[in-house]
């Protein structure tokens, strides 16, 4: 992708005649955080070569924090069975001997111990299950015979993609089979005229848009965890991510699915056609399910030509307001070529500058940042447009710094430091995850108000003795979706935290029609909260929909509904 250096000049000469903006030369830093991640032996999710998550340390094997003890209300379901060595034995006979299908814990659960752990732990290290049995399908038979034989049995089964899901929806709570998708990972088809690709649900989302990118596309969907998550996984969630502002919402690109009903019922409608009005569009129905009514196992997509020219802008802004105002101007002046549009405020900023230790990319700090991203077809035209942009939010005094990527290094060095958010937020410890839809104009008062809730309570501060369990409340998200990602960073797990924040958190965006979950879904963090955003007809409707498809309710139970 071609960056435009000139541009940079540009910004300088402004930086140097507007009287608000820094003195200061644009400097964007690469951060070093995927090497700190590695070196503190945690996650690391926004390498070029995706990381499968098999590869993430194993947790403690006791404790106290398996979901089941956090949570002592959740109950295991008397009606689900419990595996035994003649169903292990049944699986082996359909899916073959070796780990690489199964790992089993059942004949002996310590010697399994350490190979089960990264299946039932979830990406932020809040819920851990209890499974001794991991199913790794190869095929879509596979699925549907396994299936057939859990609904024959009571064996409730959780579905599982890269597990790098944020609502604790896909490991399992008690002793739930994990169904992994990872071997089923091809990629089968692609279309170079229409842009149709299919692919098989484990596909990682990296690997599917590098494939793409070698023959001129993209997918239509991008997020930090893309190094990791599958399509499946992605289908399931209706993952939102960095650039739902241009290419849309994944109920428009993907063109068909097919999955396998927990009675082994093969769907298959995995069309590649742009249009269809012939019946009910039941795939719609299985993007956004999280595993509650099926199994996805294949996707057809529509992916964009990918565009010749991309830039970055990234700046500093005094006030919401002028966030607000910058969003405005954006979408006026850049139009067709605004491919992104993400806030960050500055505790957000501060969290990941304290875990890289890498330079800031602008000299001063200032309460909020945007970053701006651009794509198009013809460099000369995109860069003069980004050029009269800057030189008019910084003229009528709505940006007060910025800086510009000069190449691909610095474009993708300003990405990090908002995409390194959720990763330098789960290194500092604890988290409590608000992924919320609110008009724009109220959205960063959630972030105040929660704020001023827990200094309230006593909760807060940043102090080096760590006597505050809360270290800080922060806002950062996709603004150009109107989606905030109001993040509450602890220093350790007290129920004293949760109190003040639920119900709070959930009236408060009720009163506005917001939504509790704009992108991350419900799984088991928001799924009793789910009244707070449907009503109760649509609740009433939604577990009919769950009766029908998964009468025997194997299918991720303790979630969603
Ligand atoms: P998993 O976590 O494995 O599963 C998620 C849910 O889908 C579970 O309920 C599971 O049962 C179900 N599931 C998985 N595969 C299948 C299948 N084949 N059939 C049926 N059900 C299935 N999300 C966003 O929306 N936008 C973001 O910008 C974003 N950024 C992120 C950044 C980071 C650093 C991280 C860690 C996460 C981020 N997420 C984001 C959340 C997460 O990555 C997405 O929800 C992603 O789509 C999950 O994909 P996965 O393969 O990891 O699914
Ligand atoms: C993001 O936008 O960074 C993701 O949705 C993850 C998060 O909310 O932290
Ligand atoms: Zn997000």
Redesign the pocket.
């Known amino acids: 992708m071609a960056c435009r250096p000139q541009l940079t000049p540009v910004l300088r000469r402004l930086a140097r005649t507007t009287s608000e903006l820094s003195r200061q030369a644009p400097r964007p830093q690469v951060l070093s955080l995927t090497r700190t991640a590695a070196a503190a032996g945690s ?1 690391s ?1 926004g390498s070029s070569q995706p990381r499968p ?1 098999q590869h993430t340390p194993a947790r403690r094997k006791d404790g106290d924090d398996f979901t089941s003890i956090k949570y002592p209300e959740l109950k295991r379901d008397g009606r689900f069975g419990r595996l035994t060595l003649d169903h292990v034995a049944h699986f082996r006979s359909l899916l073959g001997d070796s780990n690489s299908a199964l790992i089993d814990g059942v004949a002996n659960a310590e010697a399994a111990a350490d190979d089960l752990e990264p299946f039932n732990s ?3 290290r809040k819920y851990r299950g209890h499974t001794q049995l991991v199913l790794k399908p190869a095929s879509t038979t596979e699925v549907s015979q396994i299936l057939k034989y859990c609904n024959d049995n009571m064996l409730a089964v ?10 604790g ?2 490991v399992p709570v008690f002793d739930e089979i994990v169904l992994s ?1 990872s071997r089923m990972s091809q990629i089968l088809e692609f279309d170079d005229v229409s842009g149709t690709l299919v692919a098989e ?2 596909c990682i ?1 990296e690997v599917a848009d590098q494939y793409l990118a070698a023959r001129g596309y993209i997918f239509p969907l991008d ?3 893309k190094g ?15 650039r739902l502002l241009r290419y849309g919402s994944l109920h428009g690109t993907v063109l068909g699915i097919e ?1 396998v009903l927990p009675d082994g019922t093969v769907v298959d409608d995995l069309s590649r056609l742009r249009k269809n009005n012939t019946g009910y569009d039941l795939k719609q129905l ?1 993007i956004g ?4 009514i ?4 294949k996707v057809s997509i529509q992916c964009p030509q990918r565009p010749a020219a991309q830039n970055v802008a990234f700046f500093g802004l005094e006030s919401y307001e002028h966030a607000q105002r910058a969003f405005r101007e954006a979408k006026g002046q850049l139009s067709e070529i605004l491919s992104a549009f993400e806030l960050m405020d500055e505790g957000s900023q501060a969290l990941v500058h304290r875990v890289t230790g890498s330079k800031r990319p602008l000299e001063s700090t200032h309460p909020f940042y945007c970053l701006i991203e651009t794509s198009g077809s013809n460099a000369d035209h995109d860069s003069e447009k980004l050029s009269a942009f800057l030189e008019s939010v910084m003229d009528k005094g709505i940006v007060a710094d910025g800086t510009l990527a000069q190449d691909e290094t610095q474009l993708r060095a300003l990405w990090a430091w908002r ?1 390194g958010i ?2 330098a937020l ?1 290194h500092l410890g604890g988290v409590f995850k608000y ?1 919320v839809s609110i008009p724009l104009a109220q959205m960063y008062q959630l972030v105040e108000d929660t704020r001023a809730r827990v200094a309230e309570a006593g909760l807060l501060g940043d102090d080096a003795d760590g006597t505050h369990p809360v270290r800080a409340v922060v806002g950062y998200g ?1 603004m150009g979706d109107s989606n905030l990602h109001l993040n509450i960073s602890t220093r350790r797990f007290d129920p004293r935290i949760e109190k003040v924040l639920e119900p709070f958190v959930y009236e408060w965006i009720a009163q506005r029609q917001g939504s509790i979950s704009a ?3 419900l ?1 088991l963090a928001k799924k009793k909260y789910i009244g707070y955003s449907r009503s109760e007809g649509m609740v009433g409707l939604m577990k009919q929909i769950k009766g029908l498809y998964d009468p025997r309710g194997i299918m ?1 139970p303790y ?2 509904i």
């Open positions: 996650r999710l998550f979830d990406w932020m959780v579905p599982q993609g890269g597990n790098t899901g944020l609502v929806g896909s998708m649900a484990g989302l997020l930090g965890a990791s998550c599958h399509l499946g996984g992605n289908l399931s969630t209706n993952a939102g991510g960095l999955a299985f399910a999280e595993g509650t099926g199994v996805i196992t995409e959720t990763e789960g992924d996709h992108e991350h879904g799984g991720n979630k969603y």
